[in-house]
């Protein structure tokens, strides 16, 4: 199965930053949008940010706004979620997958799910 590939996850302090990439050895993410995910146990996936295939718009969860932006990168065949400010309710599995060009917050609608990776916040 066509997997991505997260990357970046780790363990921080409240207020520091992550990186987290997101690659696609298998395919190319051309005509993708890209969205990333985080799950926590118990509760549902959430989309937390979206960038879609022109990469001309990009949608983010009210509660990472202006903390978390997204960004792809066609030639490296990449998408990166930078994360500042980080608190302790952004502790999580963090995923990506795609779907056809546009976002959308239905998180059925994306496919080629990575295993993930884990982002703890902790004081």
């Known amino acids: 199965q066509l997997q991505l590939e997260e990357s970046g996850g780790g363990l921080v302090q409240p207020g520091g930053s992550l990186r987290l990439s997101c690659a696609a050895p298998w395919f190319t993410l051309d005509y993708r949008a890209i969205g990333w995910f985080r799950q926590v146990p118990g509760k549902e996936r959430e989309v937390i940010s979206c960038i879609s295939s022109s990469g001309s718009s990009t949608d983010y969860l009210d509660s990472v706004k202006g903390r978390f932006t997204i960004s792809r990168d066609n030639k490296a065949n990449t998408v990166s979620l930078q994360m500042s400010s980080l608190k302790p309710e952004d502790t999580a599995v963090y995923y990506c997958?795609?779907?056809?060009?546009?976002?959308?917050?239905?998180?059925?609608?994306?496919?080629?799910w990575g295993r993930g990776t884990q982002v703890t916040v902790f004081s």
């Open positions: 997958a795609v779907r056809d060009i546009y976002c959308s917050d239905r998180v059925s609608s994306y496919e080629h």
